[in-house]
């Protein structure tokens, strides 16, 4: 069974960063893509970013430039820099493993997801 568990959300000002972390259990982490989605009140959930196997990523229009997702195959962990916030950027967000080893924007894509941790940008 793996287990995700996300961390480093909170409360920040727009313009401000914050990086979060998503820590997985089992062995065969790096055989997968992760991915970091976002569901904000009365929305559907949206792709954020994603990572493959072997480090290519790919991300969403709405943070290219301002979000970085990296991974740490030693660690079992995957990252999601965020800079230049902002308000719209306000969400719970949540990572999960693909169902292969290539970046997929498809929430259907992913098999296991992690209990997400909560972004607030203020203005």
């Known amino acids: 069974q793996v287990q995700l568990v996300e961390s480093g959300g909170g409360l920040v000002q727009a313009g401000g960063s914050l990086r979060l972390s998503c820590a997985a259990s089992?062995?065969?982490?790096?055989?997968?893509?992760m991915g970091w989605f976002r569901q904000a009140p009365g929305k559907e959930r949206e792709f954020v970013a994603a990572?493959?196997?072997?480090?290519?990523?790919t991300y969403a229009d709405s943070v290219k430039g301002r979000f970085t997702i990296s991974r740490d195959n030693a660690k079992n962990t995957v990252y999601l820099q965020m800079n230049n916030l902002k308000p719209e950027d306000t969400a719970v967000y949540y990572c999960?493993?693909?169902?292969?080893?290539?970046?997929?924007?498809?929430?259907?894509?992913?098999?296991?997801w992690g209990q997400g941790t909560q972004v607030t940008v203020s203005s």
């Open positions: 999960a493993r693909g169902r292969a080893a290539v970046v997929a924007v498809n929430r259907y894509e992913y098999d296991y």
């Open positions: 089992g062995r065969t982490f790096t055989s997968y893509a």
């Open positions: 990572i493959s196997r072997f480090g290519g990523s």
